[in-house]
């Protein structure tokens, strides 16, 4: 007899079937147990009437792997309006004891710390696993829209000798007696991949060191960057941002509506033009509305952020806000800077819901700017030889963002701490599990 899901249960109702999954806890009455069986598909509850049956249930640690046939009864107090009957059961892999994290409830409890410890068994809650199957669908999602539109998928090293975006917040490493660092982002090699493709895309893991422990970083997460040439300006790169973000919103909603209905969420409705905002406006709507001194500062603040998410709300109905031409001098070499505002750059940053979810702009594209900029930065251009030889040779106008897919999936379920959108989650004291 084929395995069957519990989910498939009210399509066979009358038939004998075989499920499988985890004993994920039992109920002992005087004459009848009633066992609850968990798979990927949700629960189904076993009908335990016989006396030796009923004993043998009763010594299963919760989480037993078990196999159960049995007949498929209509019952509407049952999860799912059926349970089975007259069952049989073997145990496939037992339970050594009780787990750690009581899966039984309709939320998980515990602590943070302890599901992050512990999350082995923490991640078979289905509220966890949902979180999950929205990652899976938005990286389908942002696959798919750029893959539209032309974009070639492109993967690059992780191990880098030079710190990609400067800094000290770098990861460095012993290779084969060298000094190697893992790559905080893949923007040099997708910048140079516009020479041969004009359009690219990577989704992999990039590395920071950050040196604070907050609840919206991570020292691994999931990068999701493009790069794409032959553009008008940075506006032709935040049409693409916003097509790729459509594209994670509607597979969302396509792909994991199970999951959203689980975890009761909304997900945005991307606007066929999101609102945008200058950096400078933005500071003097900041400072009239709330009485604090921005104007002049060089970033947003992650309060300056959270009153642009409440302010786009109210003034668009938007939950998304580009806001344009931040100072040149908090954002990298590469950046082309604003010709008609000097000080300001042609970048960007993406808000959702009050948080920047991405980072993008125009970059420079001739040989002798970078060289200049570099100069202007301090920094010397030996290590960037290999990058600066395809300008060397002729690049296009060209311009891209990178995501950080935590963010998206924080925002979008309304968690507290990004470590919940992560699976295995590094930051500056955890390296286990």
Not at 62 to 72: A, R, S
Not at 374 to 386: D, H, K, N, T, Y
Request: hydrophobic share 45%; charged share 25%.
């Amino acid at each position: 007899m084929q395995r069957i899901l519990t989910a498939e249960l009210p399509a066979n109702v009358g038939r004998r079937v075989r499920i499988a999954g985890w004993l994920q806890q039992q109920r002992q009455l005087s004459r009848v147990t009633f066992a609850v069986v968990r798979d990927r598909g949700g629960l189904a509850q076993v009908v335990v009437e016989e006396a030796g049956a009923r004993d043998a249930v009763a010594r299963l640690a919760p989480e037993t792997v078990v196999e159960v046939e049995g007949e498929v009864v209509e019952t509407p107090q049952a999860p799912g309006g059926v349970e089975l009957h007259h069952p049989e059961a073997r145990v496939i892999a037992p339970a050594l004891e009780a787990p750690p994290i009581d899966l039984r409830r309709p939320a998980l409890k515990e602590q943070l710390p302890t599901r992050l410890t512990h999350a082995a068994v923490a991640l078979r809650h289905p509220r966890a696993r949902a979180r999950f199957a929205l990652v899976a669908a938005s990286l389908a999602g942002y696959r798919a829209a750029l893959d539209a539109l032309g974009f070639v998928e492109i993967t690059t090293p992780k191990l880098v000798g030079s710190a990609i975006e400067g800094g000290a917040n770098v990861f460095e490493v012993d290779y084969f007696g060298r000094p190697a660092y893992l790559a905080q982002s893949p923007q040099l090699y997708k910048q140079t991949m516009v020479g041969a493709f004009e359009r690219v895309y990577e989704c992999g893991p990039a590395f920071r060191a950050e040196p604070h422990d907050t609840a919206r970083h991570l020292a691994e997460f999931m990068s999701l960057d493009l790069e794409v040439g032959f553009i008008e300006d940075y506006r032709a790169v935040m049409r693409v941002a916003r097509e790729a973000v459509a594209g994670m919103a509607d597979a969302v909603r396509s792909r994991a509506s199970a999951s959203v209905d689980l975890l009761g969420i909304v997900v945005p409705d991307v606007p066929a033009e999101i609102p945008a905002v200058h950096f400078t406006d933005a500071q003097r709507l900041i400072e009239r509305d709330t009485g604090r001194e921005v104007v002049g500062e060089p970033d947003l603040s992650p309060a300056d952020e959270r009153w642009l998410g409440d302010w786009t709300t109210r003034e668009h109905g938007s939950d998304l806000l580009f806001v344009v031409g931040y100072p040149m001098e908090k954002r990298p070499f590469y950046t082309h800077p604003d010709p008609g505002q000097p000080g300001f750059s042609w970048s960007f940053d993406l808000l959702f819901r009050g948080v920047e979810l991405l980072t993008g702009g125009q970059r420079l594209h001739r040989y002798d700017d970078y060289v200049e900029a570099l100069v202007a930065r301090g920094l010397s251009a030996e290590p960037f030889r290999a990058y600066l030889e395809a300008f060397r040779y002729g690049m296009p106008p060209h311009g891209g963002f990178g995501m950080a897919l935590e963010r998206w999936v924080a925002q979008l379920t309304g968690v507290s701490n990004i470590r919940d959108a992560r699976l295995f989650p590094r930051d500056r004291t955890r390296l286990d599990p």
